[in-house]
């Protein structure tokens, strides 16, 4: 089983729409969990943390389920500028590196 | 205040030859981390570094790779007698000290090797 795991994509959707990236982590000793965002070509930018009761930013909405070993991430009324890569971040503890996701890619379109 | 400085942008390089990559990670920041990205792949993770020595390099492969992170100067990624299955884009990645901001990284723009 792989370390993190994220929907396949592309996810092919219409402005405004609402989607929703679902992701599970194998490590359940995993401290800190973050969602980037990665344009093409380009190096990946931190987007949110995610917190275990859940955290909103704008239209973007984090959540964590522990139990599960699950994250999702849900992006309201979405904009042309949000098509990218999603990259489902998750660390263990103490100093261990960040285990990235291959990703999931959103294409919104006009 | 500049971000993560990667050079160079984009290298190439024939097989056999030495490729050196360097990063200076944003000011203040005293971890760095290389990454490698195959075309379609995810980030891989290869080493972590702070000023002077190497942290974690449970991702480098054991022969012709090797990094390093001087007290002065930026880290350099230096992989020997390339192959073509080398060529990816290589990510270098900052992050502060402080526990709370560990995992937050801050990625330069990335070095795209070529092996011909």
């Known amino acids: 089983r792989k370390e993190v795991e994220q929907d396949p994509g592309p996810f092919n959707v219409p402005e405004g729409a609402t989607v929703a990236f679902n992701c599970t982590y194998s490590?359940?000793?995993?401290?800190?969990f973050f969602w980037y965002r990665q344009d093409c070509r380009k190096e990946p930018k931190l987007l949110m943390s995610v917190y275990s009761s859940g955290n909103e930013d704008g239209r973007f909405t984090a959540q964590l389920n522990r139990a599960s070993q699950y994250i999702s991430l849900l992006i309201r009324d979405s904009k042309l500028s949000d098509s990218a890569t999603y990259l489902c971040v998750v660390r263990g503890s103490g100093n261990t590196p960040l285990v990235f996701g291959k990703g999931t890619r959103l294409s919104v379109i006009a | 205040n500049a971000g993560v400085m990667q050079n160079p942008r984009h290298l190439v390089r024939r097989r056999g030859q030495e490729a050196r990559l360097r990063c200076s990670p944003m000011?203040?920041?005293?971890?760095v981390y290389w990454y490698r990205q195959l075309p379609e792949e995810g980030l891989k993770f290869m080493v972590y570094l702070q000023k002077e020595n190497i942290i974690d390099e449970s991702g480098m492969p054991k022969e012709r790779f090797s990094a390093e992170f001087p007290k002065e100067g930026p880290s350099i990624l230096r992989i020997q007698q390339v192959v073509r299955g080398d060529s990816a884009a290589y990510f270098c990645?900052?992050?502060?000290?402080?526990?709370?901001?560990?995992?937050?990284?801050?990625f330069g723009s990335g070095t795209q090797l070529s092996v011909l």
């Open positions: 990645a900052s992050s502060r000290q402080r526990q709370g901001d560990i995992g937050k990284l801050f």
């Open positions: 490590n359940s000793a995993s401290q800190s």
């Open positions: 000011k203040g920041h005293s971890h």
